[in-house]
T-cell receptor, first 113, second 114 residues
Framework: DVKVTQSSRYLVKRTGEKVFLECVQD?????MFWYRQDPGLGLRLIYF???????EKGDIPEGYSVSREKKERFSLILESASTNQTSMYLC????????????FGSGTQLSVL | KQEVTQIPAALSVPEGENLVLNCSFT??????LQWFRQDPGKGLTSLLL?????REQTSGRLNASLDKSSGRSTLYIAASQPGDSATYLC?????????????FGQGTTLQVKP
């Protein structure tokens, strides 16, 4: 089975801190994604990566950056955390074919105080 | 712009009942549609993927159908159990997405009462 592992289940940070969310997948997937999920707003794509060192902005990239130095690892960085970035963050991965399933990690619930 | 809608937002049924969850999308130019399950505070688990050329997919008590021309999909759950209680989301992959990006509905939260 594909495993997508997010490093933290819960995280509490202070406003202005730099925050790193890590995601690792073990199935050699080309595509990796970061979503955030908020009540009433659903899942929104922050960034995605289709290859090592390649990244593209999603629908809400402001305030975030990403890093993909190795194929299995995709990091989301909050440069200066703000309270409106309190959310559930979900990492996902897939193969690059057109009809490949998307596999999600368990999520990181981030609270910014 | 592709939009995905799931109605109702919440559904409560007694155990043993057969039920249907609905998903509609505005643009039929899609590669596929996926149904996901999400338990509270957890990530999403892919249940079924229907390619645009297919009409339905089955897995155990789950059956998903796709009518691309009308922009609709249904997830049929047979003989529902309390363990089926979760939020079910559908998502489409537009033909414009060459990187696997999906457009999600907001989900239907299902409660199956013992």
């Amino acid at each position: 089975d594909v495993k997508v592992t997010q490093s933290s289940r819960y995280l509490v940070k202070r406003t202005g801190e730099k925050v790193f969310l890590e995601c690792v997948q073990d199935m050699d997937h080309e595509n990796m994604f970061w979503y955030r999920q908020d009540p009433g707003l659903g899942l929104r794509l922050i960034y995605f990566s289709y290859d090592v060192k390649m990244k593209e902005k999603g629908d809400i990239p402001e305030g975030y950056s990403v890093s993909r130095e190795k194929k299995e690892r995709f990091s989301l960085i909050l440069e200066s955390a703000s309270t409106n970035q309190t959310s559930m963050y979900l990492c996902a991965s897939s193969l690059k074919g057109t009809n490949e399933k998307l596999f999600f990690g368990s999520g990181t619930q981030l609270s910014v105080l | 712009k592709q939009e995905v809608t799931q109605i109702p937002a919440a559904l409560s049924v007694p155990e043993g009942e057969n039920l249907v969850l609905n998903c509609s999308f505005t643009d039929s130019a899609i590669y596929n549609l996926q149904w996901f399950r999400q338990d509270p505070g957890k990530g999403l688990t892919s249940l079924l993927l229907i390619q645009s050329s297919q009409r339905e997919q089955t897995s155990g008590r789950l059956n998903a159908s796709l009518d691309k021309s009308s922009g609709r999909s249904t997830l049929y759950i047979a003989a529902s159990q309390p363990g089926d209680s979760a939020t079910y989301l559908c998502a489409v992959r537009p033909l414009t997405s060459n990187t696997g990006k999906l457009i999600f509905g907001q989900g239907t939260t299902l409660q199956v009462k013992p």
